[in-house]
């Protein structure tokens, strides 16, 4: 799955234009990463949203266990890879259909913490249960929300392409060749907001997140830590 978004959406992370900054690497635009991404993937879908944001995904090569789906709803636009242990349960929380997948349930959740502030947002990522990793992009507010399970079993990267775009996408070796090293993974048990102050973790809410500088021989510039965090192996 790959979302860009442009300066107009997000400004891009401080951490990441350093890394970039400080070893200097080839790069391409957002336009350029989302042909590539078509391109690469069978029977992609690519979906325009306004004039600053695309997303697209595909089945090609998806973990059955893991796989990657797409939906709209009230200009709500959802990109989720994984599965959730406790959709069941959430269905029936939020007031859902029986056949209300991921994505649905996603995007309801998102319209809670969008609608009944101050309600914590790492109280509704907290309550999923499961692998994985989601793009949400609320067109009617021109706000991002991005999160990532507590284990990181999903992988899901950030980076920011020639002109300005930040990128996400589980696929590592498409955001290199378009970011160069302003590239980083996403950290495990966080959420990114436009509206709610940068990157969060929700598990430890009260701790900061730092960027450390990566070796010159990894494949990213940077890495993201919660200071204070336990790290969980797979």
Not at 53 to 61: I, M, R
């Amino acid at each position: 799955m790959l979302g860009i978004f442009s300066g107009a959406i997000v400004s891009p992370p401080e951490e990441l234009v350093a890394a970039g900054s400080r070893t200097p690497s080839p790069k391409t635009t957002g336009a350029t990463l989302v042909n590539r991404f078509v391109d690469k993937n069978p029977s992609a879908v690519s979906v325009q949203v306004g004039d600053f944001v695309q997303l697209a995904y595909s089945h090609h090569n998806e973990s059955p266990l893991r796989p990657r789906s797409f939906g709209a709803k009230d200009e709500i636009f959802c990109l989720f890879q994984g599965s959730l242990d406790n959709l069941g349960s959430l269905k029936q929380q939020y007031g859902l259909a029986k056949n209300a997948n991921e994505v649905l349930l996603v995007i309801e959740a998102y319209k809670t913490l969008r609608d009944r502030a101050p309600y914590p947002a790492n109280h509704v990522v907290a309550h999923l249960s499961g692998d994985f990793a989601f793009v949400v992009f609320d067109k009617s507010t021109s706000t991002l929300f991005v999160a990532s399970d507590q284990v990181g079993k999903v992988p899901l990267y950030w980076g920011i392409t020639a002109d300005g775009y930040v990128a996400f996408a589980d696929d590592v070796e498409l955001l290199k060749g378009a970011c160069g090293k302003s590239l980083a993974s996403f950290p495990q048990g966080c959420y990114y907001s436009t509206a709610l102050g940068g990157l969060r973790s929700f598990e430890n809410p009260k701790n900061k997140i730092t960027a450390i500088p990566a070796n010159e021989e990894e494949i990213w510039g940077a890495t993201f830590k919660v200071e204070g965090a336990t790290v969980l192996a797979d």
